[in-house]
C-alpha cells in the first residue's frame, strides 16, 4: 500500500517537475513564475517521493491554479485527482467563491469530472492549446 500525503512545499520544489512534465524542451527559467513566491504550492507525496505539484493563488476570494503536473511515470495512478481534491476543499476551508485554471483543451474532460465549466475564453501557449475552466463553490 502506498503512503500519500500533501503538503505545502516551497515554490523552488516545483520547478524541477514543472519542467519535466510540461516544457521540458524550454529552459528551466521558462516554468518558474514571476509571482510564485507569492503563491502557496502544494506536493503530493507517494511513497516519500514528491509526484505532483500544482500552485495556487488568489486575487480577494477568487483563486487559481497554475503549473499542475504529475511526474510522467506516475500519471494515470490518480495522484492529480488526490491533489485536485485537496486544493478544492483547501480554498474552499478559505471562503472562496471561484476556482480557476488555464487548461490544456486536452483536459477538459478531467476538470469536467470535478464541476469545473468550459469558458469560451481559448488561448493557445508555446503551440498549445488552453482554455479557462472555472469551478464555481457554493461554502
Not at 3 to 30: C, F, G, K, N, S
Not at 65 to 82: C, D, M, N, P
Amino acid at each position: 500500500m502506498q503512503e500519500i500525503q500533501i503538503e505545502q512545499i516551497r515554490p523552488d520544489l516545483t520547478w524541477r517537475i514543472r519542467h519535466e512534465v510540461m516544457y521540458p524542451d524550454l529552459p528551466l527559467d521558462a516554468i518558474k513564475l514571476a509571482n510564485d513566491n507569492d503563491g502557496i504550492h502544494f506536493g503530493l507525496f507517494a511513497n516519500n517521493q514528491l509526484t505532483s505539484i500544482v500552485s495556487l493563488f488568489n486575487s480577494g476570494n477568487v483563486y487559481q491554479f497554475r503549473k499542475f503536473a504529475t511526474i510522467v511515470e506516475s500519471q494515470g495512478k490518480g495522484y492529480g485527482s488526490l491533489l485536485l481534491d485537496h486544493i478544492i476543499n483547501y480554498v474552499k476551508s478559505l471562503g472562496a467563491a471561484k476556482l480557476w485554471c488555464n487548461a490544456r483543451v486536452s483536459a477538459i474532460p478531467f476538470y469536467n469530472k470535478f464541476g469545473f465549466v468550459q469558458t469560451d475564453k481559448f488561448s493557445t501557449n508555446n503551440g498549445i492549446d488552453f482554455v479557462i475552466m472555472e469551478l464555481e463553490l457554493n461554502n
